[in-house]
Nanobody, 115 residues
Framework: QVQFVESGGGLVQPGGSLRLSCAAS????????MAWYRQAPGKVREIVAS???????FYQGPVKGRFTISRDSAKNTVYLQMNSLKPEDTAAYFC?????????WGQGTQVTVSS
């Protein structure tokens, strides 16, 4: 089974930027789509952004215009560029499949937005 390793999180001030990476152990083009999800303390995991196999991208309202999802198929890696970060973006971020039964979740990468 394909496994995911997320990285790139950290502590950043409001208005700052981070770039998350998700390295997959197999071909990400094996799935109809990939997505970034996040889970804040005490909240359910939610989808943040997705990228379809044809390259189309979709974003949830709160991150639209601030986050950009992309991929490097040759490296089997999915990225999430996060700009203009807000305290409410604080969460553990995960990647996984989309439009496909989720595979085992990775450990995620923590993003903390605080002054």
């Amino acid at each position: 089974q394909v496994q995911f390793v997320e990285s790139g999180g950290g502590l950043v001030q409001p208005g700052g930027s981070l770039r998350l990476s998700c390295a997959a152990s197999g071909s990400i083009l094996s799935f109809p789509a990939m997505a970034w999800y996040r889970q804040a303390p005490g909240k359910v995991r939610e989808i943040v952004a997705s990228i379809l196999i044809n390259g189309d991208t979709f974003y949830q309202g709160p991150v639209k215009g601030r986050f950009t999802i992309s991929r490097d198929s040759a490296k089997n890696t999915v990225y999430l560029q996060m700009n203009s970060l807000k305290p409410e973006d604080t969460a553990a971020y995960f990647c996984n499949t989309y439009l496909h039964p989720p595979l085992d979740w990775g450990q995620g990468t923590q993003v903390t937005v605080s002054s």
